[in-house]
């Protein structure tokens, strides 16, 4: 009858044991798999949330979070109006959901950097307000992108793209660029 207790006190002992182990075992695993998740996927597992920007340069910029790309996010503010905000402005987020996206090493997505996000409205020839990181706050038309820089026809928001409107042209760093907001009429 003793031997029958002590095998079990030591089973008993031994199982506490292994059961400590794996979860210590598992909460270093789940430490080491956070490690290694960044803020762009937490973005991604946040898209259709409504998210609270710092950013440098643009204060607080806050939109349901509509789509994301490499190294940018596009939020649509109260007034419907998107924004495109380069993540390395970004320094502070507000409303990030529980999960993380899965990142899409190779896909079409991973390469749709800011640069192109930038070319498609020099396409387009829209009206932009662009944030730098400085909080400087240019108005006009995206003439065209670079390899580093975008070209910025400065003109008055309410004007279109003329040459006669044209006050100047501004070659600006791409890594300068916190926020761009289209200008449509009647919005500041």
């Known amino acids: ?21 794996a979860r210590a075992e598992w909460a270093s695993r789940a430490r080491a798999e956070m490690g290694a998740v960044r803020l762009a996927d937490r973005f991604g597992g946040s898209v259709g949330a ?14 349901v979070l509509a789509e ?3 190294d940018w996010l596009l939020l649509s503010d109260d007034r419907g109006r ?13 409303g990030l959901g ?11 997505r991973a390469r749709l ?33 670079g390899a580093d820089y975008v070209e910025l026809a400065e003109h008055a928001a309410d004007e279109p793209r003329r040459s006669g409107a044209v006050r100047s042209v501004q070659a600006v760093v791409i890594g300068a660029v916190a926020v761009v907001r289209p200008l449509l009429p009647g919005w500041d």
């Open 50 to 63: 409504h998210l609270t920007l710092t950013c440098r340069g643009a204060g607080r910029v806050s939109g």
């Open 98 to 108: 529980r999960l993380s996206a899965v990142p899409e090493e190779g896909s079409v």
């Open 82 to 94: 998107d924004q495109l905000v380069s993540v390395a402005a970004v320094r502070a987020v507000g």
């Open 113 to 145: 950097d800011l640069r192109r996000a930038l070319r498609g409205l020099a396409r387009d020839r829209s009206a932009v307000q662009v944030v730098l990181d400085d909080g400087t706050v240019l108005t006009g038309t995206v003439d065209r992108v």
């Open 1 to 21: 009858m003793r031997w029958q207790q002590l095998f079990a006190d030591l089973q008993a002992q031994f199982e506490a044991v292994e059961d400590a182990e």
């Open 68 to 70: 994301t790309g490499s």
